[in-house]
């Protein structure tokens, strides 16, 4: 009897333990298997559906034609790259025999004006959307600030965030574009007017959920860490650094996260009709080009969008998990 018992006693234990283990690994694998899957199913569904599709380019791309055109891109880079460096050494060379023959000659280097790859295109657009997302934070979280804390202002400025924040950068670009080409004159700007068009246009678009979230963020602090604010009398700009910005930071960042992916979206347009050498300017020439692999080409800058957009967004995430005291408030 002891024996069954003690049997007994082992198997439930064995039982408890494949339980347990089954338990843990369900947790720990199930946020990595449930996005495979879905991943897997959308794969599918995607090639299904561009099998379907016939255009009068060809059949619509799909997943097998992406990684095709990814491969292509990348060796269209390598390869201007080699010209590039060519180009280079063949002046250096030409230099070298000038000044062997006349020591007094200054060497001049042009510059390489080949075309810019889809990679040097993906550089330029992160350069450009995080330019424009840098100055709308400067501008719209003192802002965001400044309208949490006066009710007074809140009500001021309330009805023009309202009307401005629906406006659509279509709309805004013509604007920027013309004020631009009147107010930026110079013979040789540092900056080319088509990266100038497109900054502005993403800082208008992408500053309104910023000093939304911001103020919302400030004006809803506990009432308690005011008070203690208010006994330690601690002076407006200590108020804001040890109670407020700390108490925001969770709204703050939802709007930048908010603000990015606006940026991002609306930059693509604007590099469009810009015509800023970036993702959305490749998006447009392929259009234009109507090749047989235009369509493959703009479905992986398509993709390759998307795939951006996800890692500035968890990014984002990233930052606001190291500057705020409350580490759940950074967690999806």
């Not at 400025?157 to 631009?180: C, D, E, G, R, Y």
Request: proline share 5%.
């Amino acid at each position: 009897m002891t024996s069954v018992v003690k049997n007994q006693i082992v198997g439930d234990s064995t039982m408890n333990q494949l339980k347990q283990t089954l338990l843990s690994f369900n947790t720990r694998a199930k946020p990595v298997l449930l996005p495979v899957v879905g991943i897997v199913i959308f794969l599918f569904l995607w090639t299904l559906a561009a099998s379907s599709i016939n255009t009068s380019l060809g059949k619509f791309p799909g997943p097998s034609a992406v990684v095709t055109q990814m491969g292509n891109l990348y060796n269209e880079h390598n390869t201007e790259r080699e010209k590039a460096s060519a180009f280079y050494q063949r002046q250096e060379e030409r230099n070298a025999k000038r000044v062997a023959k006349d020591p007094t000659y200054v060497p001049k280097t042009r510059a390489y004006t080949g075309k810019e790859t889809f990679l040097d295109q993906i550089v330029t657009s992160l350069i450009t959307v995080m330019s424009g997302f840098i100055l709308a934070a400067i501008l719209a979280i003192p802002l965001g600030i400044a309208i949490g804390l006066s009710k007074n202002l809140n009500t001021a400025i309330n009805p023009i965030i309202q009307i401005f924040k629906p406006v659509s950068p279509l709309a805004w670009l013509p604007l920027v574009t013309m004020a631009v080409s009147a107010l930026y004159v110079s013979d040789d700007p540092f900056f080319a007017k088509s990266f100038v068009n497109s900054l502005i246009t993403v800082t208008l678009c992408c500053i309104w959920p910023m000093v939304i979230n911001t103020s919302v963020g400030v004006a809803s602090i506990n009432q308690d860490w005011d008070n203690v604010s208010k006994v330690l009398r601690l002076p407006k700009l200590k108020h804001i650094q040890k109670i407020v910005l700390p108490a925001a930071i969770p709204s703050i960042f939802t709007g930048m996260r908010m603000s990015l992916g606006v940026a991002w979206m609306v930059l693509i347009a604007a590099e469009m009709l810009a015509q800023n050498p970036g993702l959305g300017k490749f998006v447009w020439d392929e259009f234009q080009n109507g090749s047989s692999e235009s369509l493959s080409r703009i479905m992986t800058a398509v993709i390759v969008i998307g795939f951006i957009g996800f890692l500035l967004d968890r990014a984002m995430q990233k930052i606001q998990y190291f500057v705020s005291w409350d580490k759940s408030s950074a967690k999806l």
